[in-house]
């Protein structure tokens, strides 16, 4: 089965399976990835209180956690989620908005990765900082690096971690330390939409539940959000416009778009 096959019949059984992904996200971008989750075909849960989440956690088919607005309540929540996703043996996300910014994103990485995430999702900026390589910039959340410079560094962390690692950029990159996959699917309007990282986390973790082997997984999710990002783009007027369109191109993927599309190597 070539890489096209794959994506094809991983994308077919979620919008079969439909699997439920508990997402720990920020406020800011709920919204979008509740609706781009529900758009692929799978069902988000956005259970927050610590109170909760170890249930939720059990009832679900994946966790997603990101740090991108951090507040005791929900480092908490976060940990427990993680806690109880590495008990059940079910495949979680770990999305490090921002990590370099300040030392409490350091600290609650450093807890989380901890607790053997499936897949590591985030911009070059982010994967170098979690590799260990100081001083590296970054513009609040978004990155001053290139994702070929996270290469290395991301090789480097999956193989530490036992995890797959995403490095998102205008290639991004898939790695489990050993393999390695490069994605150019995506648009330049992409990064101007606030959460669209975010929502391909969740989406990441609805590929997770489904697959066999997180590599491919991860991939086929991040290139077919990509792919869908290109399709929204052909009739979008700036980043707003894409952002309605790149939902409707979510929800009409098919195996004819996804064959003509992809572009992994």
Known sequence: MDLSDHACDLHRRVRTRSPLVHCITNPVAMDTVANATLAIGASPVMAHAHEEVAEIVALADALTVNIGTLVPERIDA???????????????????????ATRLRRATAQSLLALKPTVVRGNASEIMTLSGIAGVAARGVDSARDSAEAETPARTLAASLGAV????????????????????????????????????????????????????????????????????????????????????ALYNLDAAAIRAGLRVT
């Open 78 to 100: 976060m940990l427990e989620a993680a806690r109880a996703a590495q008990a059940a043996g079910k495949p979680w996300v770990f999305d490090p908005v921002g990590v370099g």
């Open 165 to 248: 690692v995403v490095v998102t950029g205008a290639v991004d990159i898939v790695t489990d330390g050993t393999r390695s996959l490069r994605i150019a699917n995506g648009h330049p309007w992409m990064p101007r939409v606030t959460a669209l990282g975010c929502a391909l986390t969740a989406i990441t973790g609805a590929f997770l539940a489904v697959g066999d082997d997180a590599l491919s997984s991860a991939a086929v999710a991040t290139a077919l959000f990509g792919l869908a990002g290109e399709i929204a783009a052909r009739d979008a007027r700036g980043p707003g416009s894409l952002r309605v369109g790149l939902m409707d």
